[in-house]
Every structure is written in C-alpha cells, then in structure tokens.
C-alpha cells in the first residue's frame, strides 16, 4: 500500500533529543543537562508573564516591535536590522530554508551544535564538517572545506558543547576568506557569559558586511527557555528575506513581554554573570583535582572527559550521577562518547555533583 513519502534527506535526520528533565522515584531532580540558567528567570521578566495571564485570547505583535527596540537599546543596534524568532533554532532553520537546498552544503566545525545539520538535511542540503583544533573552531580547517556548492557557515561561538571559543580577529579572518554569497552565521547563544576581551559576538562584522548574521537567544543567561524566544542581527538584506519567510506570530506574546523585561534587569543579569565567574572556575578546579579532564569553557557548562575504562567511562558517570538525582548530558551525538557535559547550576547544586563524582571516582 502506497503511503506519502518524505523528501529526500529527512529521514536520514537522527530527531534532536534534549536533555532529560525527570529521573523516576526522584522527587528533587538536579538538572545540568541543558544549560539553562543556574538562578532562573528574572522576578520581573516573571511578572511580566504573569501579567498577560488576561491576554492570552489576544494575538502577539508579529513584528516584535518593543523587543526589538529595546534589544536596539541595550545593545545599541539598529531596530529594523533585528528579527526575533521562536528560539534561535527558529533562526537556523529559516536561515538554511531561505539560502541553501538540495545539492547546496551547510557548512560548520567538527562539534558544533546538532541543529546545524538537521536544518540542512530538511532542505535536502548536504553538511560538511570541519575538523576542529583542541575542540576549538579551525577557520583554517573551515575554508579549506569551502566548496563551489557551500552556502552558509555556521560557527557558534562560544561553541556548545565544547565551551571554546575564536577571538573576534579570527572570525573576521575567517569572513574575509569567504566567498561573498555565503552567508556566515555566528551563533552567540552563550554570549552574555564571555569575558574574554578578544571576543566579540559578531556585532560589528555584521554592521560592515552583507553577508554575516549574528543570532543570538534568552534561554541562557536569561533563563527564559521554556518561553522560546531567539533573536537575529543582521544585515538589511538578510533581515528581509528572514522577514518574508517567517511564521506571523512567531514570537508568543508572553516571551515577548518576558524578554523586554529581562532586557531591562540589567542588575539581575549581572547577578547571573558573576555567578557562572564564580562557580564555573570553582567546578573546573574541583573536577580537575579528580584527575577529569577538562576543555577550558568560557560558557555556562564544562565538557569533562573520563576515562574509557569499564565501569568508569563517561556512560558510568551518567548512570551514576542520575541514580543521586542529578542529570547532565551525554555528548555521543556530538562524536564525544567519552565526555559529559555539565551546566553551571546552583552553588549547592554544583558542590553536589563535585560529591557524587568524587565518589564514582573512589576519590571522596
């Protein structure tokens, strides 16, 4: 019996799978796995959902406008050159929609994020990866993969689940050895947590460029995950193609209302940064001394690699740890069987997992 088939390519997509939230019998359940913020949420960025409990028979803005001006605001942007989308997965899948198809390729580093190559598989695009140096981006390695098919390049920077990151001079390098129709997209989802001062989250190489998009999202330090709300940078003639083929209403009016407020709490957001300085150097010094190697982060999370060994590789750590309640994220879809990755959660939180490793380790 004849049944509809798929196009080409989107059955060979492995589904995106996120981290687990619930262990059963557990009634307090430590989440690590997604690199959510470690102190929630704003109050005020909570309020404000709350106040639109009224409203929900209302349509949102589907131009984002107040958003989008107070992200102009805060960040000192022009307005009419932001797109807000539902999650920056939004913006990575109309992005691949809008530039590549089948026989084009989709083009990004050796572990970058899953989403890169599901968005090209759906359009019938092929992904190519590059190989990676120390787990960090190679722009070397990036254009050498450059073909006469390539059309867009993805680099997340920070990059996730690794933590490593390129300084601005070489992402403009790596722009520069581009060829002008592609388009380079800096995902700089882990921006606000970078204190680097070679960084840059791709701003100005936007504002002197066609051909660059910077996206970024409020599911980390914002805290907003569960409100789904991603935004773009982007030049005027790339924010007007995202603007054609968008879904109306694509930003719920909640995340958008949760978002101008969290903006605007710049003290909280602070608080959020000078947590995740101080417990993400104390964690990498407490899992360094139990002999784990670590990739140095300059996100909300560490990738902690264990030994290979029976009964001590990174598989037996994650039994382990959600045994004690605490749930972290297995990386063998990223081609890391051996590692872990870990988020910047609460003090207490982040001592617990020191503990529970400690004794799965036999070091306590």
């Known amino acids: 019996m004849l049944q509809p088939v798929a196009r080409p390519g989107v059955l060979d997509i492995a589904p995106y799978v996120g981290g687990e939230s619930k262990v059963p019998g557990v009634n307090r359940v430590i989440r690590l796995a997604s690199n959510e913020g470690a102190l929630g949420p704003s109050p005020k960025a909570i309020e404000a ?3 639109l409990a009224g409203e929900i028979h209302r349509y949102p803005d589907g131009g984002a406008a107040e958003l989008r001006a107070t992200l ?97 001079a070489e992402m403009a390098r790596l722009h520069a050895g581009l060829p002008s129709h592609v388009v380079l997209v800096i995902d700089a989802a882990y921006a606000e947590f970078v204190g680097q001062h070679d960084y840059e989250p791709g701003i100005e190489l936007v504002r002197r460029t066609t051909n660059t998009v910077m996206i ?11 409100m789904r709300v991603g935004w773009a940078y982007c030049p005027d003639n790339i924010a007007d193609v995202l603007n054609r083929i968008r879904n109306p209403f ?6 958008q209302a949760a978002a101008v407020a969290s903006l605007e709490d710049v003290e909280f957001a602070e608080r959020s940064r000078a947590h995740n300085d101080k417990w993400l150097p104390w ?5 360094t001394r139990l002999g784990l190697k670590l990739t140095p982060s300059v996100g909300n999370f560490l990738l902690a690699e264990f030994p290979e060994a029976a009964g001590h590789d990174a598989d037996a750590a994650w039994e382990y740890m959600k045994s004690r309640g605490i749930l972290v994220r297995k990386m063998g879809g990223y ?22 490793l400690s004794l799965f380790l036999g070091k306590s």
């Open 72 to 168: 102009a605001t805060r960040f000192g942007l022009e307005a009419e050159r932001i797109v807000c989308s539902g999650g920056s997965d939004e913006l990575i899948t109309m992005l691949v929609r809008a530039y590549a198809g089948a026989g084009d390729e989709v083009l990004y580093s050796q572990h970058g994020f899953l989403m890169y190559p599901i968005a090209a598989k759906a359009v019938g695009a092929t992904p190519v990866t590059a190989p990676e140096t120390d787990l960090t981006t190679d722009v070397d390695a990036l254009l050498a993969a450059v073909t006469e098919r390539t059309r867009l390049v993805f680099v997340a920077n920070p990059n996730n689940p690794t933590g490593t990151y390129i300084p601005a």
């Open 250 to 255: 694509n930003v719920n009016a909640a995340g």
């Open 49 to 51: 959902y709350k106040a």
């Open 216 to 226: 970024r999202t409020f599911s980390k330090i914002y805290a907003l995950g569960g």
């Open 283 to 287: 964690t990498s010094a407490a899992l």
């Open 335 to 356: 081609g890391l069987p051996n590692a872990l990755r870990i988020t910047i959660g609460t003090g207490d939180e982040m001592k617990a997992v020191v503990d529970a």
